[in-house]
């Protein structure tokens, strides 16, 4: 299908190993978010782009913390140094132009650091 | 920031009865307010969606109504079915070219067979 895909959809990192996350938004999606998801909880907010623009990053926990879209399309988000208390799922979600509401989600990567 | 609140955290109903999820919200500029699916391991998905301008929605066996003044809007599903079985999430957001949507904690529904 044309939905938003997400990989690795599993990832285990142990305590100070750097992640790279990957989002593939649907074709022609303006804006991508991404938003962290405890165990038990609603989506966070993380960062937001329009195009290649980081228009939002107050979501971003600290500076270990990383995100980019350099051709407006795929998106990549990376955690350096990661510690246990990054053991989230990362939700990926793309909504097709500026002033629209409906967001469109991937399934997410299920990151569990040791 | 905006803060949501939902409630109850976990449901259970039994097949064919109704389900009502609360949630109220603090941000007076709110205007836009989705519902979200997410079964098990899976994507969260849209199922209803409700704004400012409208008190009330329904979509089949889902509706959504909005009480602005008192700042809360409730998701009610009728004549649940076992498929129905999953968190749902709401959410809302404000106006401007970002809509950044403020989850709730979830909501998870059990429906008996």
């Known amino acids: 299908g044309a939905g938003v895909s997400q990989s690795p959809r599993y990832k285990v990192a142990k305590r100070g190993q750097d992640v790279a996350l990957r989002c593939d938004p649907i074709s022609g999606h303006v804006s991508l978010f991404w938003y962290q998801q405890a165990l038990g909880q609603g989506p966070e907010f993380l960062t937001y782009f329009q195009n290649e623009a980081q228009l939002d990053k107050s979501g971003l926990p600290s500076d270990r913390f990383f995100a980019e879209r350099p051709e407006g399309s795929v998106s990549t988000l990376k955690i350096q140094r990661t510690q246990q208390e990054d053991s989230a799922v990362y939700l990926c979600?793309?909504?097709?132009?500026?002033?629209?509401?409906?967001?469109?989600f991937g399934a997410g990567t299920r990151l569990s650091v040791l | 920031g905006e803060n949501v609140e939902q409630h109850p955290s976990t449901l259970s109903v039994q097949e064919g009865d109704s389900a009502v999820i609360k949630c109220t919200y603090s941000d007076s500029a709110s205007n836009y307010f989705p519902w979200y699916k997410q079964e098990l391991g899976k994507r969260p998905q849209l199922i209803i969606d409700i704004r400012s301008n409208v008190g009330e929605k329904k979509d089949q066996r889902i509706a959504v109504t909005l009480n602005k003044t008192a700042k809360h809007f409730s998701l009610h599903i009728t004549e649940t079915q076992p498929e129905d079985s999953a968190v749902y999430f709401c959410a809302a957001s404000q106006p401007g070219g970002s809509y950044i949507p403020t989850f709730g904690r979830g909501t998870s529904l059990i429906v008996h067979p």
């Open positions: 979600a793309s909504r097709p132009s500026i002033g629209q509401n409906i967001q469109y």
